[in-house]
Structures are given as C-alpha cells and as structure tokens.
Nanobody, 125 residues
Framework: QVRLVESGGGSVPPGGSLRLSCAAS????????MAWFRQGSGKEREGVAA????????YYADSVKGRFTISRDSAKNVVYLQMNDLKPADSDMYYC??????????????????WGQGTQVTVSS
C-alpha cells in the first residue's frame, strides 16, 4: 500500500496562485507516474495534470494549460502542482494519484491505483 499526503491547498482571490505538494511513501527507486485530479460536490473526478515516472512526459487538461505546471522532485518522490491565474471555476478538492495502468489513459481516474485524501482549493473574491 502506498501512502500519498497532499498539502498546499487554501483560499485565494481570482488571479492568485497556489502550489500543491504530494509526497509518496513509495521508495524513490521504484517511483511511478503521478497525477492531480479535482472533484467538486456532485461532479465527476477530473484529470488536471500528470507526470511520468521519469518526468519526461506530462499531461494537462485543456482548462488548465498555460496556467498550471506539474513537476516532480525525483530525489524525494514528491510531485508539485503550481497553479497560477486561478479562477473561481478552479475551486475544488484536489487529489493526488499514483501508479497509472497506462499513460494513454492518464485522465481516467479508474486507471490510477493509489489516492491521497485531498486538499481543498477555493478561489473567491
């Protein structure tokens, strides 16, 4: 069982920035692809961004391209999501995921094996 611990959520005004972090308990030498999803009340979980185990491939949802950046510190097995120019529509619970079935389905929450508990992001004036 892999433990994922998210941090960095909070409340910011529109146009603000936040950086989310997710630390995985898996050993660095066995690191896997990781991703961020978000889900609001009554909505389906949506893929936001993903990064491959080696950091050489990334995926972004169209709604966040140019505003969000996913990165990882492979030495620590930590993934980050830098979120800039935040909009009220970005307000959701954000979840970290690890170990995808195959890269071609990174936007499918059913393809990911392990999940964190989530961190709340609220964008409001």
């Amino acid at each position: 069982q892999v433990r994922l611990v998210e941090s960095g959520g909070g409340s910011v005004p529109p146009g603000g920035s936040l950086r989310l972090s997710c630390a995985a308990s898996r050993s660095v030498g066995n690191r896997k692809a990781m991703a961020w999803f978000r889900q609001g009340s009554g909505k389906e979980r949506e893929g936001v961004a993903a990064i491959s185990a080696g950091g050489d491939r990334t995926y972004y949802a169209d709604s966040v391209k140019g505003r969000f950046t996913i990165s990882r510190d492979s030495a620590k097995n930590v993934v980050y999501l830098q979120m800039n120019d935040l909009k009220p529509a970005d307000s959701d619970m954000y979840y970290c995921a690890e170990d995808v079935y195959q890269w071609e389905v990174v936007d499918d929450p059913q393809a990911w094996a392990f999940w964190g508990q989530g961190t709340q992001v609220t964008v409001s004036s």
